[in-house]
């Protein structure tokens, strides 16, 4: 008996750990943006590749919310359906993240909840669909969540996963190598375009 009382002694504090809190954290993600671009009267679902930092700073100690700035950059692939040769993208977001104040045989799981405040989606067309490379920009906003979970090897050291569902509103910005003789009134087009992406990253603390 007192040898299985000891033994869980030893197990429970490894079990139920309180995690090592940072003040300042930095985040390095990537992985898969599902997008499905919905433009006009056009609609597409595309797949690419996401790269996102993240920072954030806990200024209540003990408090497990913290506060701060994301950076993404996607690049999707050729999409045939909306006659792109490519289509390239950055967001800027703020975003709020929360953890779990108790780690699970080192796991930490948190949220995120954040907005795109600015950016720049710019698509470029195929020659064969307007005869010239033309590029068209549009101004992303909206909000998205996450949801992930962390494995701390060391004190302030892990890996993440982390899957995000966002909704994005894209506002026609402008047309570059438009043709001659074409009126760009006549082609601009906004929409929307919700995503989910799911990352695999590391996180550092100090």
């Known amino acids: 008996m007192k040898q299985r009382c000891l033994a869980l002694l030893l197990v429970v504090p490894f079990l139920l750990a309180s995690p090592a809190f940072a003040l300042f954290d930095a985040q390095v993600l990537t ?62 977001g703020l975003e709020v993240e929360a953890w779990l104040p108790i780690e699970l045989g080192g796991l930490e799981i948190y949220g995120k909840l954040g907005y795109t405040v600015f950016g720049a989606y710019v698509a470029t067309f195929d020659e064969a669909t307007t005869g010239q490379e033309v590029k068209m920009a549009f101004k992303p906003s909206g909000t998205y969540i996450a949801a992930g979970v962390k494995y701390n090897f060391l004190l302030r050291l892990g890996v993440m996963l982390e899957i995000e569902s966002g909704s994005r509103e894209l506002e026609f910005d402008e047309f570059e190598n438009l043709p001659a003789g074409v009126s760009a009134d006549t082609l601009k087009v906004s929409g929307d375009a919700p995503n989910t992406s799911i990352l695999l990253g590391v996180q550092a603390g100090i």
């Open 31 to 92: 992985g898969n943006r599902s997008t499905d671009f919905k433009l006009g009267s056009t609609s597409s679902t595309e797949s690419g590749q996401e790269l996102k930092a993240a920072a954030h700073l806990d200024p209540i100690p003990l408090v497990p919310v913290g506060f701060g700035l994301s950076l993404s950059q996607i690049n999707w692939d050729k999409s045939n359906k909306l006659g792109i040769k490519s289509m390239d993208g950055f967001e800027v």
